[in-house]
């Protein structure tokens, strides 16, 4: 059951409608934005991956501190390479991404015809960032947009979060989540007084899964009260892993969570949650078949198939303006119906 309208432009940004950010560089993907309205027109977070130009029978990394970059060179055919993966590679037992990303914006009018902007707007700034800054989400709260995203490095995958209210300015509160987490969304109004996000934290050593878990804060820095809000499920199609999109949507019913899933094939769908109102970690309902899944050629192929990730909506009245990442490789652009959505969930 797929509820989704494409667009037919999509993908609506392409790896090649990005200028590299460095001389000799290119852009390997542009995908999973995180999205907005500003000044009466809509803001694409992009993530931006990239890599030094290679030739066909080399593996490169990348990574950057104290604002340098730095790169390894490797032939993928040398012994102790293993390459399975087009997103990473081990050499020697270390495990290395094949692009860097950085956070870029682009601008709209009509939600679909984006001007992407010549220049990076996030690079990796801190140790917590060397390999990378990726899928931003971006909620407003007062005035102030909070940016949410994964931060890379050697000691692992974290959360971190800048601010701004201009889109020109921004404030960088660190790590707000340490590693292994990721898939940090902040609701867009307080529950209870308090700042509320959901994030996804990952078991280790056989305890533990990929899940959506629900926490607190006073502050929007300091996290606590954490509770487990869903879980995967065991022969369905979010079996092996599951992460929040984008801010929930506030509904007559309840709080409303459009989610990515993946089964052990790591085929990528979305599927919906509706959680109470007062008690966001409480499941209300629940999609037993995805809402979204791949089956354009866009979603199906590209630099990881089988994938629609969103991490980023604008809301029209009762329609959903979903900007989404096709195959690891493309921003795309589909709207849903929020009443077909909630009257194709099933009771928890």
């Not at 495990?95 to 950085?102: K, M, R």
């Not at 769908?269 to 499941?283: I, Q, S, T």
């Not at 629609?308 to 303006?321: K, M, Y």
């Amino acid at each position: 059951m797929d509820l989704a309208q494409r667009t037919q432009r999509n993908p609506i940004i392409s790896p090649e409608d990005v200028k590299p950010s460095q001389p000799g560089w290119r852009v390997v993907c542009v995908l999973n934005p995180g999205a907005f309205s500003f000044n009466g027109r809509i803001g694409l977070l992009l993530r931006v991956a990239e890599q030094p130009a290679i030739e066909d029978d080399e593996l490169v990394a990348v990574w950057r501190r104290e604002g340098k970059y730095e790169t390894l060179k490797v032939n993928r055919k040398e012994l102790g390479v293993d390459a399975e993966d087009p997103r990473l590679f081990s050499y020697n037992g270390q495990v290395y991404l094949t692009t860097i990303s950085h956070l870029r914006l682009a601008w709209s009018d009509n939600g679909v015809d984006f001007e992407v902007e010549d220049s990076p707007t996030l690079l990796a700034e801190t140790e917590w960032e060397s390999y990378g800054i990726e899928d931003p989400r971006v909620s407003e709260i007062d005035g102030t947009y909070y940016i949410t995203y994964t931060a890379v490095s050697e000691a692992g995958v974290a959360v971190a979060m800048q601010s701004t209210r201009d889109w020109k300015h921004f404030l960088h509160h660190g790590l707000i989540l340490p590693p292994h987490n990721k898939d940090c969304a902040l609701f867009e109004s307080r529950v209870n007084g308090k700042y509320v996000c959901f994030h996804r934290p990952s078991g280790v050593g056989g305890f533990g899964g990929n899940d959506i878990w629900y926490a607190e804060s006073p502050d929007a820095a300091h996290w606590g009260n954490h509770r487990c809000v869903m879980r995967t499920r065991p022969g369905m199609w979010d079996e092996r892993r599951i992460g929040a999109g984008a801010a929930p949507i506030l509904t007559d019913e309840g709080w409303l969570e459009i989610y990515h899933g993946s089964d052990r094939n790591a085929r990528y769908c979305l599927g919906a949650v509706l959680l109470d109102r007062e008690h966001p970690w409480r499941v209300l309902k629940r999609s037993k078949a995805p809402v979204m899944e791949p089956v354009s050629p866009y979603e199906k192929e590209g630099f990881f198939g089988q994938v629609v990730f969103t991490n980023g909506h604008v809301l029209r009245d009762e329609r959903i303006l979903l900007y989404y990442g096709a195959a690891d490789e493309y921003v795309c652009m589909a709207e849903f119906s929020l009443p077909d959505i909630l009257q194709s969930l099933d009771e928890s």
